[in-house]
């Protein structure tokens, strides 16, 4: 019924039923751990019931559900405290004993981690792929590959992924597909409509858009729903109903903000790019990404978060740069209104691929703030850099 209405109808309007909360525009707060059941004829039919025990969820939860599902255009959705338990409750539900799984190398690190070092003691192996596969990809599959990870762009040094080119093959030979897709908010990227399976998200970064909540979120086929349902409930998997009611205050903006954060974090990017210090720009909305033509098959825009790189530096001369900072915070995380730098180091993460650009990389999240005080707070940031 909302596949009929256009992006920003469906932001403005998913997820809401007035009429069965007193005519309440949002959904309410709901608190509960106990569900009443007035009859024992209800309490023995409690099983069908869409509401049967706190941690089975509530109206709040269940309304950021259906939001989701709307948002990333899917058959059913789940929702987790935190990016990272979504991408377990992923992962473990395809680790079946002997199980192979394919994840792309520039990863996000937790991900890795949960392959590497807890499902490799439950007799699951993963290879890690270079991300700039595509149709190659066909030659790593095995027998016993039960899934395919993808994460387009790399949210550290953003590869974008011929998505299409791999869900081809992945339904051709049955194996099951699913894709980070935090960096697009679910909003300039449809993963589910390009044939992958599951697209997860870190609600905590865009969904939430105001850096104060933790949320995780799992949109999906029904094909595999029921499997990902499974290992949900078997862990016990619950959000609070006030995470639950933020996130869906963050989704009502969620088109308005993205497509600032595109223009605001294209100025930076472009002013970055006529720079001297600047060696090089990792942002596939660009033109001149050697990922931007992949990138135009896949995304209608781009968001905040990119990379560059600056000429090899020292780290007393990055601390002079950094430290003096009042509008980029320092810290982990991105997707709220307000800018963010770090210096990175994926070269550490990866085994597939080499990450050697041949300077200091550097991740930016573009805010919602004057484009030209950021681009003017680098500026100075550059001089303190070349200061001795
Ligand atoms: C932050 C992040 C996650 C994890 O989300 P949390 O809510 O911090 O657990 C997963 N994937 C990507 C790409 C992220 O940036």
Redesign the pocket.
């Known amino acids: 019924m909302q596949k009929k209405h256009g992006q920003e109808t469906i932001i403005a309007h998913c997820g809401r039923n007035p009429e069965q909360h007193y005519g309440a525009v949002n959904t309410p707060i709901y608190r509960a751990s106990t569900i009443l059941f007035p009859t024992l004829g209800q309490l023995d039919a409690k099983d069908g019931a869409k509401l049967r025990y706190g941690r089975r969820g509530t109206p709040t939860t269940h309304s950021l559900e259906d939001a989701i599902c709307a948002l990333e255009e899917a058959d059913a959705a789940l929702i987790a405290p935190?990016?990272?338990?979504?991408?377990s409750v992923v992962l473990m539900s395809f680790a079946d004993q002997g199980a192979h799984f394919l994840v792309s190398d520039n990863?996000?690190g937790?991900?890795r981690k949960f392959c590497s070092q807890l499902l490799s003691r439950f007799g699951v192996e993963t290879t890690y792929y270079d991300p700039s596969i595509g149709a190659g990809i066909e030659e790593l599959i095995r027998p016993e590959t039960r899934l395919i990870w993808m994460?387009s762009p790399g949210?550290q040094t953003f590869e974008v992924q011929d998505v299409l080119a791999i869900t081809a093959i992945a339904r051709k030979k049955g194996v099951a597909t699913a894709i980070?897709n935090?960096?697009s908010g679910g909003y300039f990227c449809k993963p589910i409509l390009q044939g992958v399976d599951i697209s997860?998200?870190?609600?905590?970064?865009y969904i939430s858009g105001h850096s104060d909540i933790?949320?995780?979120t799992i949109a999906c086929t029904a094909s595999v729903y029921e499997r990902l349902r499974e290992t949900y409930l078997r862990f016990g998997v619950c959000v609070s109903p006030d995470d639950a009611f933020l996130a869906m205050r963050g989704i009502r903006t969620l088109g308005v903000r993205m497509r600032q954060h595109e223009t605001n974090a294209l100025a930076v990017a472009d002013w970055l790019a006529s720079r001297d210090e600047v060696i090089r720009i990792m942002h596939p909305g660009r033109a001149s990404d050697p990922y931007h033509d992949v990138w135009k098959r896949h995304f209608t825009g781009s968001s905040g978060l990119f990379g560059f790189v600056i000429r090899e530096t020292d780290r007393t001369a990055l601390a002079r740069m950094f430290d003096g900072f009042t509008l980029f915070g320092m810290g982990?995380?991105?997707?709220g209104f307000e800018s963010l730098m770090v210096p990175s180091n994926p070269s550490v993460y990866r085994t597939a691929t080499q990450w050697s650009p041949g300077g200091q990389t550097i991740r930016i999240h573009v805010g919602l703030e004057d484009p030209a005080d950021l681009i003017g707070e680098i500026e100075a940031g550059f001089a303190r850099l070349k200061s001795a």
């Open positions: 935190s990016g990272v338990m979504a991408l990863s996000y937790p991900t994460e949210s980070d935090t960096w997860l998200q870190a609600g905590t970064k933790m949320l995780g982990s995380s991105w997707g």
